[in-house]
């Protein structure tokens, strides 16, 4: 009942930035947390960085100080600027929410198809 669709990855040289998007659609009541998680070859999907509805923001270690996450509530919409790519960036960057919709009135966990981000050295 609701979709998310991510946008913005890419090829990039290490040093690079992206910004990655990602909307959700559908019959949405309302959006708690929103996040961003990736998957390399061979590792368990970890979390990257999530928001809450009121804007507070948590990350992995690993990314601190170099993505920055955001969201635009009135558009449905979370973004992931990347700065300082690093290879080891390198995965399949997927957008969650838990949300609430007209149809299914509890929250449940939505997942995007991901979206891939190749960083060369």
């Known amino acids: 009942q609701v979709q998310l669709v991510e946008s913005g990855g890419g090829l990039v040289q290490a040093g690079g930035s992206l910004r990655l998007s990602c909307v959700a659609s559908g019959s949405i009541l309302s959006i708690n947390v929103m996040g961003w998680y990736r998957q390399a070859p061979g590792k368990q999907r970890e979390l990257v960085a999530g928001i809450t509805n009121g804007g507070s923001t948590n990350y992995a270690d690993s990314v601190k100080g170099r993505f920055t996450i955001s969201r635009d509530n009135a558009k449905n919409t979370v973004y992931l600027q990347m700065n300082s790519l690093k290879p080891e960036d390198t995965a399949v960057y997927y957008c969650?929410?838990?949300?609430?919709?007209?149809?299914?009135?509890?929250?449940?966990?939505?997942w995007g198809q991901g979206t891939q981000v190749t960083v060369s050295s």
């Open positions: 969650n929410c838990n949300a609430r919709s007209w149809t299914f009135l509890s929250e449940r966990t939505y």
